[in-house]
């Protein structure tokens, strides 16, 4: 680690709360475990995650950092014992276990993936959070294929935008919800078809265009509100996929036979307490499949806006609004 400095900024939590309780702090460097590498960060994503650590809701696991962030792009400027893959000189995106707000940050090799050519930091630190996660949902559980439907709720969240565009690249047939024409007209520029769940009736909507039949799969972050109505909407052999809880994780009915009746899947997951092998499966699937098709601009990150570091407590405010279409990312550089 010779060169690099004694300390680094970062965003500090004075106490759990709203945006305001994160500030500019200072503290040591991290310094990386066996297997990890320690990127110099150039920019960072922000996520909802974030933001219930943030309130006291979502507390790190065991061993990560207690620092906010889970995604990074930067340069890698020192490696731990046996890590591999990467060398200090190389420009990675990697998916942290935390620590992210932050100008280093230490993350496990098998984590890290290159930038794709030609993209900005900004653009790189855009994909980690939202490609594993839709990948090991949308494809490794939800085993989306070529001609199948899907219903994406929250079309325009940064899962929402990466699900319509890898869900079409691979050849399925994506309808998603929004709430506001402006909204509906971003989905509709990807290519899927929209549906206006302020004022339209997404369950009457999808039986309509599907012939009655349903679709294949739903990828949903609303939560309990949602459930009867995605069951619903699910064709026989449907598969539910659950990754966030928007409203709620706990219905106060529920009717459960369309999980016999129709042969329903209903599943999820989360991304940060998998172990470091399982993530390091799910980069190496994204690498082989995923990555040429960003190089290609077949699919793209989109960026709402972009803070400085410091201003982290308004890019909370902005995701706490739900008003942003796309990434919301913190820039380390400008």
């Known amino acids: 680690m010779n060169q690099l400095p004694e300390t ?17 702090g200072h503290r040591p460097l991290p310094i990386p475990a066996p297997g990890e590498v320690l990127v110099r960060v150039a920019a960072a994503g922000v996520n909802r995650p974030d933001v219930q650590q943030r309130k006291g809701l979502y507390p790190p696991p065991p061993g990560a950092s207690p620092i906010l962030g889970l995604e990074v792009a930067g340069e890698v400027v020192a490696l731990g014992a046996m890590a591999s893959g990467f060398y200090p000189g190389h420009k990675v995106t990697a998916l942290c276990n935390g620590g992210g707000y932050a100008e280093y940050v230490a993350v496990p090799a098998g984590q890290c993936l290159p930038w794709p050519h030609g993209f900005t930091a900004l653009q790189a630190a855009a994909l980690p959070e939202n490609y594993f996660t839709v990948w090991a949902n949308l494809f490794d559980m939800g085993h989306l294929t070529t001609g199948e439907t899907l219903l994406v709720h929250g079309g325009t969240s940064g899962i929402g935008l990466t699900a319509i565009q890898l869900a079409l690249a691979t050849g399925a047939k994506v309808f998603a919800t929004a709430g506001s024409a402006e909204k509906c007209a971003a989905i509709e520029s990807f290519g899927a078809t929209a549906i206006n ?20 799969v739903v990828l949903d972050i609303v939560g309990a509100p949602y459930t009867q109505r995605n069951f619903s909407c699910l064709a026989l052999g449907g598969r539910l996929l659950q990754v966030a809880f928007m409203q709620g994780s706990k219905a106060q009915t529920l009717d459960l036979l369309p999980i016999m009746t129709k042969r329903l899947t209903y599943t999820g997951s989360t991304m940060r307490p998998r172990t470091e092998a399982q993530k390091a499966a799910i980069a190496a699937s994204l690498k082989r499949k ?19 570091l410091q201003d ?15 990434k919301i990312m913190l820039d380390l550089e400008g």
Request: a negative charge.
């Open 8 to 24: 680094m900024r970062y965003i500090e939590i004075t106490a759990p709360g709203g945006p305001e309780a994160m500030r500019i």
């Open 197 to 216: 769940y302020r004022t339209q009736d997404f369950v009457e909507i999808i039986a309509t265009l599907t012939e009655r039949r349903g679709v294949d």
């Open 290 to 308: 995923v990555w040429p098709w960003l190089e290609a601009g077949k699919v793209v990150p989109v960026i709402d806006r972009v803070f400085p």
């Open 312 to 326: 982290a407590p308004a890019a909370h405010a902005l995701m706490e609004s739900s008003a942003h279409i796309g």
